[in-house]
């Protein structure tokens, strides 16, 4: 393993690579404390230690078993003071409910300065891992000074999200410094190159320019000492219990393999709140107009056409905005429509599923126009689009709802967060 560690480096222009051989989580870091001005890391997480084989420095700064809330321990202690770190997490480390995931995102926000958090698709590590991540950059001050975070929901790294991990582009639009300049619809397919040069404008001081088209992606900034973190949500307290409940499903998904759709209906009771499933569905339709994939025929039209009427972006903004009503109203019902075939069971008539993308577009539409306004309907809604067939289940809650769970906490956390600081 060593072997192979100096070989990357060298290979990467690192001609005398310091590759040290130890446990860094079960030894205590005399000699290497404040030690260091720059880490970068991806560490392995998922993972967790006895209390007993954890270094007892890094159980002072947090107590938690957790390797993914230790490693971040780790880089606080080896640190220096103004000292900066871009490290990969799992979004457990940005949602997670237990007091350890608290305490460190208080630390984090309030002790040090967070300077950005950057969710990344939940395909880049396939196909060894699926989980959904982030990169969190921060400084270590000992004294706080997070005034701002800046957000960026990556789309695209220039690579299919699936197993294959195929190239999208020519190798010279590849990656985040590019050969050939990359057109709006190559930065639809890599959005690599827009984050490193908005990134490299804020630390300039010129603030975020706008190069990325508005559909493409996201970033936004919030004041974090009130405001969210990472997904629009507090660093140490959840407004609702909706989402926690949100989060135990994706627990029990990863331990079980699956969960019951009815466990959704904790949504109904979050969505009596005023003009949160009007945001719902606009938000439903945004994402299945979206997605990836050949358009054809009339759905294929359809399609194209709401993201036309509603457009992509996910930004704060968008969130609560009033489109079209008589432009909604007539794609509702051409939606509709679409699925007007039957078929007759035992049970009764049964409606036919050409285009899953373009039903949820038409029920998400019938909730933000108010043809439907009761909570029930954004619990089917949420169903609808957080299910998944599995031969083992059937239709329910498994391992590809999970990073649509995910999605769907950060969302009711944006629109919490809007809601508190209109």
């Known amino acids: 393993m060593l072997r192979i560690g100096s070989m990357n480096m060298l290979l990467h222009g690192v001609e005398n690579p310091d590759i040290r051989y130890r446990d860094s989580l079960a030894q205590d870091h005399a000699g290497e404390e404040e030690k260091y001005t720059l880490i970068t890391a991806n560490s392995p997480f998922a993972g967790s230690l006895d209390y007993e084989n954890c270094a007892k420095d890094l159980l002072q700064v947090v107590k938690t078993k957790k390797t993914e809330l230790l490693v971040l321990a780790l880089y606080l202690r080896l640190l220096k003071p103004g000292g900066r770190a871009a490290v990969i997490v799992p979004d457990g480390v940005l949602f997670g409910s237990s007091n350890a995931h608290k305490t460190l995102r208080r630390i984090l926000v309030e002790e040090q300065r967070l300077d950005a958090v950057i969710s990344l698709p939940g395909g880049v590590f396939k196909p060894y891992a699926g989980v959904s991540t982030a990169i969190l950059l ?4 000992n004294s706080g000074g997070t005034d701002h975070v800046w957000f960026y929901d990556v789309d ?3 690579m299919s999200l699936d197993d294959k991990r195929t190239e999208l582009l020519p190798p010279e639009k590849l990656d985040p410094v590019p050969r050939t300049a990359l057109t709006a619809d190559d930065h639809a397919k890599n959005n690599l190159p827009d984050i490193l040069a908005r990134w490299r404008s804020l630390q300039s001081g010129l603030g975020v320019p706008p190069m990325k088209p508005a559909e493409h992606g996201q970033d936004a900034q919030a004041t974090s000492s009130t ?4 997904g629009n949500f507090e660093p140490t307290t959840m407004r609702t219990a909706v989402p926690e409940k ?3 499903i994706i627990a029990d998904i990863d331990t079980q393999g699956n969960a019951s759709l009815t466990r959704l209906t904790v949504l109904k009771k979050w969505f009596e709140h ?13 994402r299945a107009s979206g997605r990836k994939g050949k358009r054809k025929g009339e759905a294929g039209a359809l399609l194209n056409e709401t993201r036309a009427l509603l457009g992509t972006a996910a930004t704060r903004e968008s969130l609560f905005q009033q489109i079209d009503r008589k432009a909604a109203e007539s794609l509702h019902d051409r939606a509709k429509a679409f699925h007007n075939e039957f078929q007759n069971q035992q049970w009764g008539p049964v409606r036919v599923i050409h285009c899953w993308p373009l039903l949820l577009v038409e029920e998400g539409l019938a909730l933000h126009t108010g043809l439907n306004r009761h909570p029930s309907e954004g ?10 067939y599995d031969p083992s289940y059937g239709n329910g809650l498994n391992g590809p709802s999970r990073g649509k769970l995910e999605e769907l906490i950060r969302f009711m956390f944006a629109v919490e967060a809007v809601e508190e600081h209109p």
């Open 274 to 286: 005023p003009g949160r499933l009007s945001a719902f569905g606009l938000w439903i339709a945004r």
């Open 246 to 248: 949100i989060l135990k």
């Open 156 to 158: 695209a790294d220039g």
């Open 138 to 141: 921060f400084t270590k001050t």
């Open 227 to 230: 405001a969210p973190f990472a």
């Open 379 to 388: 619990y089917k809604l949420a169903a609808d689009w957080t299910q998944n």
